[in-house]
């Protein structure tokens, strides 16, 4: 866990979301995320109060003062569930049917991945991993010899 840390001084150079703040002689990277840079408008001269967590390269600002109006920094959450993977909104029927929209003969029992299912499938000779995307799209495809760990128990039926 970062250690919290709070500083105040002047904002010597301001990078859109960053600043840096010279405090007690030491110059320290801050980091207040694009929302509350706009609404903070830092500028370089400004006398700042700031707290948060001291990272190994920069200080995630929890809260910033400026011109003693105090603007609590909110952090966006993260992008997936924390019970798990977010729902899968492709149905593996839709996934069969964009492949053979496209040519494939979908052979064997296809995988489910995090944002796509790997299908094997066949055309032109050629056996081939092929990604159909949540959205129903044709993702990557590569080529796959009888041979394949992952996929030569459905080629030998």
Partial sequence: MADQIRLSGEVTDVFFH????ASGGKRYLADIGPRT??????????QVAIEGEQKPSEIKVS???RNGVDINVDW???????????????????AV????????????????GPRHFELLVRKDGYYRELHVRE?????KSRIVEPADPKWRASIAD
């Fill in 135 to 139: 959205d129903g799209t044709l993702g």
């Fill in 18 to 21: 960053r600043f840096v703040l």
């Fill in 63 to 65: 809260r910033v003062s």
């Fill in 37 to 46: 840079a706009e609404a903070a408008a830092i500028q370089p001269g400004d």
């Fill in 97 to 112: 049917k964009a492949a053979e929209e496209a040519g494939y003969e979908v052979i064997g029992d296809p995988r489910r």
């Fill in 76 to 94: 966006p959450g993260p992008k997936h569930h924390q019970d798990g993977p977010p729902p899968f909104r492709l149905e593996l029927s839709a």
